[in-house]
Protein backbone atom coordinates (compact mmCIF):
# COMPACT_ATOMS: atom_id res chain seq x y z
CA UNK A 1 0.00 0.00 0.00
CA UNK A 2 1.28 3.84 -0.76
CA UNK A 3 1.23 6.51 2.21
CA UNK A 4 -0.02 8.67 -0.85
CA UNK A 5 -3.80 9.96 0.18
CA UNK A 6 -6.25 9.42 -2.58
CA UNK A 7 -8.72 12.73 -3.80
CA UNK A 8 -11.63 12.64 -2.36
CA UNK A 9 -14.28 12.00 -4.98
CA UNK A 10 -16.34 14.66 -5.26
CA UNK A 11 -20.54 13.90 -5.03
CA UNK A 12 -22.67 13.07 -7.64
CA UNK A 13 -24.87 16.24 -8.84
CA UNK A 14 -28.51 15.99 -7.66
CA UNK A 15 -31.04 14.12 -9.97
CA UNK A 16 -33.43 16.63 -11.40
CA UNK A 17 -37.04 15.89 -11.85
CA UNK A 18 -38.05 15.56 -15.06
CA UNK A 19 -40.27 18.93 -14.34
CA UNK A 20 -36.92 20.90 -13.68
CA UNK A 21 -35.91 19.08 -17.27
CA UNK A 22 -39.17 19.99 -18.60
CA UNK A 23 -39.43 23.49 -17.61
CA UNK A 24 -35.67 23.93 -18.83
CA UNK A 25 -36.90 22.14 -22.29
CA UNK A 26 -39.79 24.66 -22.50
CA UNK A 27 -37.70 27.56 -22.05
CA UNK A 28 -34.83 27.25 -24.80
CA UNK A 29 -37.73 26.26 -27.15
CA UNK A 30 -39.76 29.16 -26.38
CA UNK A 31 -37.10 31.63 -26.25
CA UNK A 32 -35.14 30.51 -29.24
CA UNK A 33 -38.32 29.68 -31.47
CA UNK A 34 -40.47 32.65 -30.47
CA UNK A 35 -43.00 30.13 -29.66
CA UNK A 36 -46.31 31.36 -28.90
CA UNK A 37 -45.71 35.02 -29.89
CA UNK A 38 -47.28 36.28 -32.94
CA UNK A 39 -44.60 37.87 -35.38
CA UNK A 40 -44.56 41.16 -37.41
CA UNK A 41 -46.36 40.24 -40.62
CA UNK A 42 -44.08 40.42 -44.19
CA UNK A 43 -44.32 43.76 -46.04
CA UNK A 44 -48.00 43.47 -47.74
CA UNK A 45 -49.30 41.36 -45.08
CA UNK A 46 -50.86 42.25 -41.47
CA UNK A 47 -51.02 39.33 -39.10
CA UNK A 48 -53.83 39.09 -36.61
CA UNK A 49 -54.28 41.34 -33.56
CA UNK A 50 -51.41 41.06 -31.48
CA UNK A 51 -51.62 38.23 -28.81
CA UNK A 52 -52.60 39.03 -25.30
CA UNK A 53 -51.00 37.22 -22.19
CA UNK A 54 -53.66 35.07 -21.38
CA UNK A 55 -52.98 33.61 -25.27
CA UNK A 56 -49.29 33.35 -24.50
CA UNK A 57 -49.78 32.18 -21.21
CA UNK A 58 -51.83 29.21 -22.46
CA UNK A 59 -49.46 28.06 -25.60
CA UNK A 60 -46.64 28.62 -23.04
CA UNK A 61 -48.80 25.58 -20.86
CA UNK A 62 -48.91 23.36 -24.30
CA UNK A 63 -45.52 23.67 -24.88
CA UNK A 64 -44.31 22.71 -20.97
CA UNK A 65 -46.82 19.59 -21.44
CA UNK A 66 -45.78 18.70 -24.60
CA UNK A 67 -42.15 18.99 -23.17
CA UNK A 68 -43.14 16.75 -20.00
CA UNK A 69 -44.31 14.13 -22.02
CA UNK A 70 -40.99 14.05 -24.40
CA UNK A 71 -38.87 14.44 -21.06
CA UNK A 72 -41.26 11.28 -19.29
CA UNK A 73 -40.52 8.90 -23.46
CA UNK A 74 -44.42 8.84 -23.47
CA UNK A 75 -46.22 8.98 -26.38
Known amino acids: MSDTPTPPVPPAPPLRRDEEIALEMMKFVATT ?32 GQCLVAVRGKH
Open 33 to 64: TGYGRNTAGAAGFQGGAPSRAEDYAQHLLELY
